[in-house]
Structure formats: C-alpha cells, structure tokens
C-alpha cells in the first residue's frame, strides 16, 4: 500500500500564542458583560453602588460615579460572615433588603425575660439605647438613615451580617448613650462598627 504523505508543518508559536491570546479575550469579554448586564438590573436605582449614567426620578446619573463595588465584589461575597453593628439612629426590619442579613439575638427571645442577663430584656434584634427598649424603628423621618445604610452594607457585602444598635432619634442622642451602644455592640461580637454621625465637642467617655 501506499502510504500516504503526512505533513510535518507546525504552526509558529507566535501564532499559537496569539490564538491562545484572542480566546482570553473573548472569555474575559463575555464574562464583563455578562456581569455588566447582572449589575445593571441589580442596581438599576441607587447610583452609590454602581452608576452607568442610570435615570432615577426621572435624574441622570454620573457614569463612574460610585464606589467601584464592580472590582472587589467576587472578593466580598467569598469572605466568610462578619458581624456589623450600625450605631446610629433606629432600623425598618421589614425592609426585605434585610432578609437573611441581620444578627438576631437567639439567647435573649421575645418573652418579656433578659434570657441572657446581659441586662436588656428581649434584645432579640438589637437595643433602643434612646428610649432604653427594643423597639428599633420609630418613624421613616427618625429612621430612615441608618435603615439606608444598613440596606447598602447588606447590597455590598453579602458576608455581612448586620446588628442594629439605636441611640439617636433623627438628630438627637447624648454621648453616654453612644458609649452604651458601642460597648453592646462589642459584647454583641461585632467586628465592625458603623458610625455615620459626627460630634461638634469633645466627650471623654467616648475618647476613653
């Protein structure tokens, strides 16, 4: 039989290597807007997060205009559960942003008892420091700023786990009841405080 003649021609690696180049490309490309399409429709109304230049009450945004959350959001949602106390005014619970994303108190329940003689009675969801109570929304016009900020912790870091601590009413609260908070949110085990408010005068129990 005649054999038949095989061809010993090779590609030059160069060609390989830009071959091999144009596939990456075509996957990171697909990958980008892929993702691109994911977060537009994901954050199709709050230009912090992400702006693609997106009408808002009938607004345009700044395209780029946000806090990059595109570039470090797979590195956030595989870190492991961090517990995040907002110490500020009070929270809507029944904001559905919030589903799976708040630290409830399991050993102190809702029975009228302090079943963790941490010395608030039924702190299920967090403590009142204002009124001393457990009732952690008042009014949207009191509580719809720290209730925000706990949805976009939640929005950007879906590892988060969320403690809300109230000891302001809308613009209200003294220093001693601030210190009180901060120190249930440690006890609480938050490793990360959220504080959005400023003072206007030095307080030494704060500072200590």
Not at 8 to 23: A, T
Not at 70 to 84: D, F, H, M, R, S
Not at 114 to 142: K, Q, R, T, V
Request: charged share 25%; aromatic share 12%; with cysteine.
């Amino acid at each position: 039989m005649q054999e038949r003649m095989r061809s010993n021609h090779k590609l030059p690696k160069s060609v390989i290597l830009f071959i091999l180049l144009g596939l990456v490309i075509i996957t990171c490309t697909t990958y980008f807007i892929k993702n691109e399409k994911k977060m537009r429709l994901q954050y199709s109304d709050d230009w912090a997060m992400y702006n693609y230049g997106q009408d808002i009450n009938s607004s345009s945004g700044l395209k780029g205009c946000d806090i990059n959350i595109l570039e470090i959001k797979e590195e956030i949602q595989n870190n492991e559960k961090v517990l995040v106390a907002v110490v500020d005014t009070g929270l809507d619970e029944s904001n559905t942003n919030f589903q799976g994303k708040l630290c409830y108190n399991e050993k102190d329940p809702i029975n009228g008892i302090d079943d963790d003689s941490n010395g608030y009675i039924d702190d299920f969801s967090g403590w009142n420091f204002y009124h001393n109570n457990n009732i952690l929304f008042e009014h949207y016009l009191y509580d719809y700023h720290v209730t925000y900020i706990a949805d976009t912790i939640a929005r950007v870091a879906p590892c988060s786990q969320i403690i809300p601590v109230k000891f302001m009413k809308g613009t209200e609260g003294d220093s001693s009841d601030l210190v009180s908070a901060i120190e249930y949110a440690v006890q609480r085990g938050a490793k990360i405080i959220n504080c959005s408010w400023n003072l206007d005068y030095d307080d030494e129990k704060l500072y200590d």
